[in-house]
């Protein structure tokens, strides 16, 4: 590979002297000395071995081939040192210190002067114009392989590493100094002259390019930097402009980058801001109504019919039939509620209701149309608590669908219709809260003759004064009883005192009221089931017990009457009906009133200490 071109001599080709040696150390190691400090040392007259004289002559030589690779045809050489010119200017003016001055570039139509030098210390040793027609020759043939380090570098090995060459001060070439503050060994590398020719540097302050001459050793010998600083080439091409802050200015692809940034975070900001902006107006106008009219938002027209099982659907059906009766006489008044029983005028109503009227009083009957018409007393009852009215010249009645009682349970939803306080046309609901229960209502009179004995269906649905007389209807819209008393929280057992509902409601079972209202209708009078015998009401006891006398002076026990066909003696206590028990006198006069004349009962009674079982047939009484 190196055939044919002359090799520069290596160090371990130099001869070596033989025996201790000036210099050497103790482990047989050189201490390297610049070509500086031999010439300084020839000057001084300073006796040099053969072996150091030889050395200093390869040195010697091996500097002549570096100046004559790198001096031009002016160019000058002192104690090993170089000087570079720059090419515009070859010729250079000597200082006294022997320090060379470059020159700057001329203009072009000016010529360069040849530059005045002065000689050197070892001009007498190495005459700078000398060149060395032939290169020394190696004491040994080349490495015939080129294997590194012997030869050149072959194909595999690393190529060298590229830096940039380091500063050099503005006086003259950096020396570098070894550990021990004494000038280290400067290894001379021999660049061809193209190759230095070649490769531009430029000068400080902007100034023409000029070749430099490396620094000592070589790139490849030279240390990394350990400035960070060091890479930085100030002279190389700034890609984009620089701030004076240092930092680049962006391109045209980062500003479009910037402004389409701006653009999104613009339309973000201004949404926000549109947003609030809307939800403040927003809200400002709902608290305040706008600046329109207000018009609130309403359900649109519906469908005005009802389930018929509703308290609507019910009560849709009812009321037509339902009348409001307002009574007065010679001593009071007052107000109450009937229902059509017939297409004849006939109403059912409470006989406390129409009782104000008297003889000769004044009964108006209000109609669900608003309609009135006058009425007349039919026929009343006050054991039962019922009468029977008549409006003449009246069409278009509707008559109430009648129920049974007898099929009505506890827990039956009810509805009641009548006037409380005079409010025609009131409907409440409920539920049947109990059957059958025992009450007396009236006896206003004193003698007991205007008291009623009712076994009653209990509701909850709220009755209130005004209501007596008007029915209480079932799911079905069908009267099961008529609302006739009330329990008041302040009344004690008066049920007839004017206060409000409590929830304890009673009706008269449709089934005694239907029986008392054909016969009233039919006759004028209602006759009441009987036994037959007189009871000691002031009995205490368990039970219902025989008087021993009756109201007239007579016998208990009448004659030939169904109590005396069937076996009762008087003070004999009866205990049950039917098989229901008995607790006192009202409550055998109920539980007889609930049938009708004719209808066979069993009862329990006990006599000297035995219970004996009698059954007997009800008789008839004129209501008197």
């Known amino acids: 590979m190196n055939e044919g071109k002359p090799t520069k001599t290596k160090w371990w080709s130099r001869p070596r002297p033989e025996g201790p040696v000036e210099g050497a150390t103790a482990e047989g190691d050189y201490e390297l000395r610049r070509p500086q400090d031999v010439v300084d040392d020839e000057r001084a007259g300073t006796a040099v071995s053969s072996e150091a004289e030889a050395e200093a002559e390869a040195e010697a030589e091996a500097e002549a081939e570096a100046s004559a690779a790198v001096e031009d045809s002016d160019g000058t050489r002192t104690g090993g040192d170089f000087e570079l010119r720059a090419p515009q200017a070859r010729g250079a003016a000597r200082t006294?210190?022997?320090?060379?001055?470059?020159?700057?570039?001329?203009?072009?139509?000016?010529?360069?002067?040849?530059?005045?030098?002065?000689?050197?210390?070892?001009?007498?040793?190495?005459?700078?114009?000398?060149?060395?027609?032939?290169?020394?020759?190696?004491?040994h043939d080349p490495d015939p392989y080129s294997t590194p380090p012997y030869g050149e570098p072959g194909p595999w090995a690393p190529a060298p590493p590229v830096q940039h060459p380091s500063p050099t001060p503005s006086h003259g070439t950096a020396v570098p100094m070894s550990a021990h503050g004494t000038p280290a060994p400067t290894p001379v590398s021999t660049p061809a002259r193209d190759t230095l020719a070649a490769t531009p540097f430029s000068a400080p302050h902007g100034g023409p390019p000029s070749p430099v001459a490396p620094s000592a050793g070589s790139y490849e010998d030279a240390p990394p930097p350990t400035n960070p600083w060091q890479n930085y080439d100030p002279w190389a091409p700034v890609p984009i402009p620089l701030q004076q802050t240092g930092a680049g200015l962006p391109g045209q692809d980062g500003r479009r980058k910037r402004g389409r940034k701006l653009l999104v975070v613009g339309a973000v900001v201004l949404a926000l801001v549109s947003g609030g902006v809307g939800g403040a107006v927003g809200a400002y106008l709902e608290r305040n109504g706008g600046m329109a009219d207000v018009e609130l938002p309403q359900a649109g027209a519906e469908p005005a019919g009802r389930a018929p099982d509703s308290v609507a659907g019910i009560a849709a059906r009812a009321l037509p039939s339902v009348v409001t009766l307002h009574v007065s006489g010679a001593d009071e008044q007052g107000t109450g509620t009937g229902f059509v029983l017939d297409d004849r005028g006939h109403i059912l109503t409470n006989n406390h209701v129409v009782e104000p009227a008297g003889a000769d009083g004044d009964i108006s009957v209000t109609f669900h149309s608003g309609d009135t018409a006058k009425a007349t007393v039919v026929g009343r009852d006050s054991g039962y608590d019922l009468a029977v009215v008549k409006v003449t010249d009246v069409s278009g009645l509707r008559p109430m669908t009648l129920g049974n009682s007898d099929n009505v349970q506890v827990?039956?939803?009810?509805?009641?219709?009548?006037?409380?306080?005079?409010?025609?046309?009131?409907?409440?609901?409920?539920?049947?809260?109990a059957k059958e229960r025992p009450i007396t209502a009236g006896g206003e009179s004193g003698d007991g003759s205007d008291?009623?004995?009712?076994?009653?269906?209990?509701?909850?649905?709220?009755?209130?004064?005004?209501?007596?007389?008007?029915?209480?209807?079932?799911?079905?819209?069908?009267?099961?009883?008529?609302?006739?008393?009330?329990?008041?929280?302040?009344?004690?057992?008066?049920?007839?005192?004017q206060s409000g509902s409590i929830g304890l409601g009673f009706a008269i079972p449709v089934n005694q009221a239907k029986r008392v209202a054909e016969e009233l209708i039919n006759t004028g009078r209602a006759t009441h089931p009987v036994i037959g015998i007189t009871l000691d009401m002031d009995y205490s006891g368990d039970g219902a017990r025989v008087g021993t006398k009756g109201n007239d002076g007579g016998p208990a026990v009448i004659a030939g009457g169904s109590g005396d066909k069937a076996g009762i003696k008087s003070g004999d206590v009866i205990t049950e009906v039917d098989g229901q028990r008995v607790h006192s006198g009202e409550e055998l006069i109920v539980k007889t009133r609930a049938h009708r004349p004719g209808d066979e009962l069993e009862l329990t009674v006990e006599r000297g200490g035995k219970e004996l079982t009698i059954s007997l047939v009800l008789g008839s009484s004129d209501g008197d």
């Open 411 to 433: 827990g039956d939803p009810v509805v009641a219709i009548g006037a409380p306080y005079d409010l025609e046309g009131t409907v409440t609901s409920g539920i049947i809260s």
């Open 451 to 497: 008291v009623s004995y009712v076994d009653a269906l209990q509701t909850d649905a709220p009755i209130n004064p005004g209501n007596s007389g008007g029915p209480l209807l079932d799911s079905k819209a069908r009267v099961i009883g008529i609302n006739s008393a009330i329990r008041s929280a302040d009344s004690g057992s008066d049920e007839s005192a």
């Open 96 to 139: 006294e210190s022997g320090d060379f001055e470059l020159d700057l570039p001329e203009p072009a139509s000016a010529e360069a002067a040849p530059a005045e030098t002065a000689p050197s210390p070892a001009a007498d040793e190495a005459p700078a114009t000398d060149v060395v027609a032939e290169r020394p020759k190696p004491l």
